[in-house]
């Protein structure tokens, strides 16, 4: 089925500039109380843009190193490294299979995908003034309950974000619609809004909300709580991870949205806890992931069971083929939204980090992870097994750091996301399991450590930093 109205708000893609460099080199020896090289070490490193300035640590011998955009790669040992912006094109990188986890069962195959090196380099950050962008309505302007608009404005937000200003109104007049948006755009309030005022109208009304991660699953829920502070709205989270009889009796209780992973609301389904055909609305939150993961017979099925007449909304990073049949079979004439502006954010400084034969790659980490402006960082990880694994190492050298993966239940994972948000780790290494909707405040620095699946991968690992306007960097581990 065609569908009926297209709205499209495309950003320009960035242009060169500045190298990916610190502005200020480190000399001497530092105060901070960051782990330091160990006396082993055969050279320390500098993180810097200019020339490279010795730095004592203890025993250490040798020349030192800088990691500078500007310096040409060199076969010579004493030689500086350098964060190339010629990478040589074309390489493949076929990777195995990740360690994230679907959130309810096993995860659908996956393809190592080329991956062509120039597109994990991206020094420029835009600087200049942007064009600011000019809602068409204030959250005072929607025509919502009242209270929730209370809600709303004591949260802080006066001006919708573009993809709130679109389909905000779309929802409210009960159209289906399909949402293109990046990440961290505000997608979740997009949805949320809407559908809570649908409930406080009638308080009889049943939301289902799937998403592939459990991590964004609770996101969502936590963001619902915000909203609905003060009305007798209830929820339940049905993720995999987390003991399923306790959702079951949750689920006995009074409750207005169910948000949860694919897996687990089959599950629930099958166990003839959830009936979907008291559900007249669903959100298929990142429906491209689901997809990814695998969960495609399982969002067919659940859709079956929902009544004919509903109000179906999917919102997805990138409109693949699989998700156009998907619309065609079970939107009735939706409304197309897209607020996509460019592939990475322009917020976000993209480099390489070149590993030479016979160095350590987990010494390359520690050298910059040593550097100050490291202050919060994401590292990603293929497989469950090398995460963990990595953690532990970094734990080792004396950083503060936390692990996500499947292998780790609900709350060990919500833990480790917890101990990060809050500031009391530095670092915390996932799976791709946290690469897709986590709304983490103030990740300055995200390393993939290994390369990633596909790019699409890569988009949405990065997506973690430069955020709310911020600026953020990103480094990739090549060699």
Same mark, same amino acid.
């Given at each position: ?16 500039? @500045?190298?990916?460099?610190? =502005? *200020?080199?480190? &000399?001497?020896?530092?105060? #901070? !109380?960051? /782990? $330091? %090289?160990? +006396? ?14 010795? @730095?004592?640590?203890?025993? =250490? *011998?040798?020349? &030192?190193?800088?990691?500078? #955009? !500007?310096? /040409? $790669? %060199?076969? +010579? ?23 994230? &986890? ?6 659908? /195959? $996956? ?35 009242? $209270? ?332």
């Amino acid at each position: 089925m065609e569908p009926r109205k297209t709205f499209s708000s495309r950003g320009a893609g960035a242009r060169p500039g @500045r190298e990916f460099a610190n =502005s *200020t080199p480190r &000399s001497g020896a530092s105060s #901070s !109380s960051r /782990p $330091r %090289s160990s +006396s082993s070490a055969s050279g320390s490193r500098s993180y810097s843009s200019s020339s490279p300035r010795p @730095r004592t640590s203890g025993a =250490s *011998t040798g020349s &030192s190193r800088s990691y500078s #955009s !500007s310096a /040409p $790669r %060199s076969t +010579s040992a004493s030689a500086p490294r350098a964060f190339s912006s010629r990478p040589p094109l074309g390489r493949s990188f076929n990777a195995s299979r990740g360690g994230s &986890s679907r959130g309810g069962g096993k995860r659908g /195959p $996956r393809k190592g995908q080329h991956i062509d090196i120039s597109k994990f380099i991206n020094k420029t950050v835009i600087t200049e003034e942007a064009v600011v962008f000019t809602p068409e309505h204030l959250f005072k302007d929607f025509i919502i309950d009242e $209270r929730l608009k209370a809600n709303i404005l004591g949260k802080g937000y006066n001006e919708p974000t573009p993809i709130q200003d679109r389909v905000i109104p779309h929802i409210l007049h009960g159209h289906d619609l399909v949402g293109i948006a990046n990440t961290g755009t505000g997608k979740t309030a997009a949805f949320l809004i809407p559908l809570i005022n649908k409930v406080l109208a009638n308080p009889k009304e049943k939301v289902i909300v799937m998403a592939p991660t459990r991590e964004l699953a609770q996101q969502i829920e936590m963001e619902l709580k915000g909203f609905v502070k003060g009305f007798k709205i209830f929820s339940v989270c049905c993720v995999g991870g987390a003991a399923i009889g306790r959702q079951i009796s949750d689920l006995r209780y009074q409750h207005n949205f169910i948000i949860g992973t694919p897996g687990r609301i089959k599950d629930l389904i099958e166990r003839k806890v959830i009936n979907l055909a008291e559900f007249k609305s669903v959100v298929l939150d990142e429906a491209d992931r689901m997809l990814d993961m695998g969960f495609i017979n399982d969002m067919r099925y659940m859709l079956a069971l929902m009544p004919k007449e509903r109000h179906t909304l999917f919102f997805s990073a990138t409109l693949s083929p699989e998700i156009a049949v998907l619309i065609k079979d079970f939107l009735k004439e939706p409304v197309m939204v897209s607020v996509k502006t460019q592939d990475t954010s322009k917020n976000v400084e993209q480099d390489v980090v070149r590993i030479k034969a016979g160095e350590d790659k987990l010494e390359v980490l520690h050298d910059l992870l040593i550097n100050p402006e490291f202050k919060k960082v994401l590292i990603f990880g293929r497989t469950k097994h090398g995460v963990e694994k990595l953690a532990v190492a970094l734990t080792k050298k004396g950083f503060k750091a936390q692990s996500i993966h499947g292998d780790k239940n609900q709350g060990q994972r919500q833990r480790a996301l917890d101990t990060f948000k809050k500031g009391m780790a530095q670092i915390l290494v996932a799976t791709d399991v946290a690469a897709r909707g986590l709304d983490i405040a103030g990740v300055s620095h995200v390393i993939n450590f290994d390369i990633p699946e596909t790019y699409d991968d890569y988009v949405h690992r990065i997506g973690r930093t430069g955020r709310a306007g911020q600026k953020g960097k990103a480094l990739t581990f090549i060699g």
